[in-house]
């Protein structure tokens, strides 16, 4: 359909059928019922106005999935409908629609933007088989704070790195070719705009209180990197900014989001957030909630109703919103006809299952998973299992479990989950494996027998998520018992431990002679970390989230400013009298098999100049047997400034292939932007000075450059 053909489309459309586009509800009041393949989370709607006519004015439709569902209520809709215009199908496939892949922060950890990237291809071409049009990812909330539940759909705490991932799954969801969403694509949703991730005390839907400089030098900066990609959608958050909710804010929405980064799509509020405004208590009613969101540029409201209960009054009374009304409708139109719904809106029943669980994303799953796992200590080597570890025992909570998928698995089952059982029997068939939820369960001649434990502990992946934060952050007791039970056995051991944020292991860490941090890793879960565990890979993954000692230690983060009285053994520094200084475990943090070396720095020039870059280069050697990919980050610091200034801040990360007995050279660049902040008075600005380059986790700068 042509444009012209749209403008008609949009001339023929009464007011409530244009409000009713911009309305989106869950399916079951379109076919009475509710199974397997659709979720009813929403309000009790107000029948008065679903009535007969409403409701086939409608625009769009969340949770519903499997192509049969879909199908049927498009059906039922366009039977119905007098216009004929086909819904949007949405749901939430945060990490994988049916093949599930590693939560987002554990995907993270593996820096690699076409990882993510093949990721979000895999998970449009099932959503779009199952009829989904529209996917509510990817998450670039900067995230500070382990207690907050949704750390673990983010990609951590930095905002360069958050931004590139968040920009490399919106290009593997849209598959853009020629201009246009492919086939296979769906239109992708940022979210959340803006700052969700900071809520006081890290709990979730909580006030956000921040300066604007750090807002703009941090927090938003994920988002202005992701928008570069063009998604189709952008999720307004449900906290309020600075006083305001963003749901409300024309400064946070018109002014941020469309003037000064571009985005010229559309903005849909998160579930109920219009409604919302009420307990906010900014809004009065239902009307004064809807003419503020309205007002403020929300084009679509999901699964609450006062646009479509109010839309009379509102355009009555501000009929210059009239303007935007018909330029949202516009442009949900235009994204139906790009994603060929006018010619075709119906999913393809017989192809679903070819597509669900095909062979290349269980195999991309399982890369994905061992490259997001991170070696978080090894001590003698104790991993991986050696030649002479014929009889393993694993035990604990996750031995035997498959609930290995974690929180916000869309369409994942259990059922197809590879668990650590039948990934470590698959890795060897050599190998003894026996495996025991608690060590009493455990038969006294198989304890004989045993050469190595592996001692499985985490959270229980209902503990993260939306609606989950957390005061404590530590292990149960019970898991803590069990490592040092175990340890009592004289055995060698290693932990494994599945987890949907970063845990507080200060009182436990000790006990704990190797530790491979797995996040959850999704449908291969129990293939990748197996691979990982007898050596047939190597774990290279890195933190992108600081670990606490202790839960009050939170929030931790690498960049934080720099004080007056920086952490030192003085009681009178900026450190807790009661806990050592800084994470257990920090940001870029990562073990691996390799025992690679850095040598040979040199930089191309001491001095640094608009017209030209300083180029770091260096040699990495890998005397292992392992190929695998190194992970180098470059930071700098900048050594004075008129405004207090990170202690580090990463400017430049690469992820670098390294063969088996083999070198490579790396270059790595800094220019003068990466130089540039923001100063008090907001402006983009950077100063004659000495600037200190410093690589991976090393104390002491590589080299010291000047401006």
């Not at 900066?221 to 570069?228: D, H, R």
């Not at 970063?502 to 996040?519: K, N, V, Y």
């Not at 047997?625 to 400017?651: F, N, Q, T």
Request: with cysteine; proline share 5%; aromatic share 10%.
């Amino acid at each position: 359909m042509d444009n012209d053909r749209l403008q008609e489309l949009l001339a023929s459309m009464t007011l409530k059928e244009k409000f009713g586009q911009l309305s989106q509800i869950t399916g079951e009041l379109y076919v009475g019922h509710v199974d397997d393949e659709m979720v009813e989370t929403g309000p009790a709607y107000p029948r008065h106005i679903l009535d007969e006519e409403t409701l086939y004015t409608i625009g769009s439709v969340i949770g519903a999935s499997s192509a049969k569902m879909t199908n049927r209520i498009q059906e039922e809709y366009l039977k119905r409908s007098r216009l004929k215009i086909p819904l949007l199908f949405m749901h939430d496939a945060i990490h994988g629609y049916k093949t599930i892949f590693p939560i987002p922060l554990g995907l993270s950890c593996s820096w690699d933007d076409r990882i993510a990237e093949r990721v979000a291809e895999e998970t449009a071409s099932e959503l779009r088989a199952a009829g989904i049009h529209v996917n509510f990812s990817p998450m670039t909330d900067l995230v500070r704070d382990a207690r907050w539940g949704r750390v673990m759909e983010s990609f951590g705490e930095d905002h360069y790195l958050s931004g590139n991932l968040g920009r490399a799954m919106i290009r593997g969801y849209q598959k853009i070719r020629d201009g246009q969403i492919s086939p296979a694509g769906v239109a992708a949703c940022l979210k959340h705009f803006a700052a969700y991730g900071a809520g006081i005390a890290g709990k979730d839907y909580n006030t956000v209180d921040m300066s604007m400089r750090e807002f703009y030098e941090y927090y938003v900066k994920s988002y202005e990197i992701a928008l570069q990609a063009r998604p189709k959608f952008v999720m307004s958050s449900f906290n309020s900014f600075n006083g305001v909710p963003v749901t409300s804010s024309p400064e946070m929405l018109r002014e941020i989001l469309r003037r000064q980064y571009g985005f010229e799509d559309l903005v849909i509020s998160d579930w109920g957030a219009v409604s919302e405004l009420q307990r906010h208590r900014v809004a009065r009613d239902g009307r004064e909630a809807a003419e503020l969101a309205l007002g403020a540029g929300v084009d679509i409201e999901m699964v609450s109703t006062h646009y479509l209960e109010h839309y009379e009054a509102i355009i009555e009374k501000r009929p210059e919103l009239l303007k935007d009304v018909d330029a949202a409708v516009l442009k949900v139109l235009r994204l139906k006809n790009e994603l060929g719904l006018f010619e075709n809106p119906f999913a393809d029943e017989a192809a679903e299952d070819a597509v669900l669980l095909n062979s290349a994303s269980l195999a991309l799953a399982e890369e994905a998973g061992i490259r997001s796992c991170v070696l978080l200590k090894n001590e003698n080597e104790t991993l991986p299992l050696r030649p002479e570890h014929r009889n393993v025992v694993l035990v604990g909570p996750y031995a035997r479990t498959l609930e290995l998928l974690g929180n916000w698995a869309c369409k994942g089952s259990f059922g197809d989950v590879v668990t650590l059982e039948e990934g470590l029997r698959q890795a060897d068939g050599s190998m003894s494996v026996a495996a025991f939820d608690k060590l009493e369960d455990c038969p006294e001649d198989l304890l004989a027998r045993c050469d190595y434990f592996v001692v499985t502990v985490g959270e229980h992946w209902g503990r993260s998520g939306e609606g989950h934060s957390s005061v404590k952050l530590e292990l149960e007791e019970e898991q803590k018992r069990l490592i040092r039970a175990v340890k009592d056995t004289g055995r060698p051991y290693a932990c494994v431990c599945f987890s949907g944020r970063p845990l507080a292991l200060q009182d436990i860490i000790g006990d704990m002679p190797a530790l491979l941090w797995c996040w959850y890793p999704g449908t291969m879960a129990g293939s990748a970390v197996a691979k990982l565990l007898t050596g047939q890979a190597t774990p290279s993954g890195k933190l992108t989230m600081s670990f606490p000692r202790d839960s009050a230690q939170t929030p931790i983060y690498y960049n934080e400013f720099s004080t007056g009285r920086p952490a030192n053994a003085s009681s009178y520094s900026s450190r807790y009298q009661d806990c050592d200084i800084g994470p257990l475990f920090p940001f870029g943090h990562g073990l691996n098999y390799a025992g690679s070396t850095y040598s040979d720095f040199a930089v191309s020039s001491c001095l640094i100049t608009e017209n030209e870059d300083v180029k770091v280069t260096f040699r990495i050697h890998n005397p292992s047997r392992y190929d695998y990919s190194e992970i180098v980050i470059l930071y700098i610091e900048d050594a004075v400034s008129r405004v207090v200034r990170p202690v580090r801040e990463m400017k430049a990360y690469r992820v670098v292939p390294v063969p088996a007995k083999g070198s490579v050279n790396v270059e790595m660049s800094v220019s003068l932007e990466d130089l540039k902040y923001l100063d008090a008075d907001l402006r983009r600005t950077v100063e004659p000075g000495e600037f200190r380059i410093y690589v991976n986790d090393l104390e002491r700068p590589v080299f010291t450059i000047e401006h």
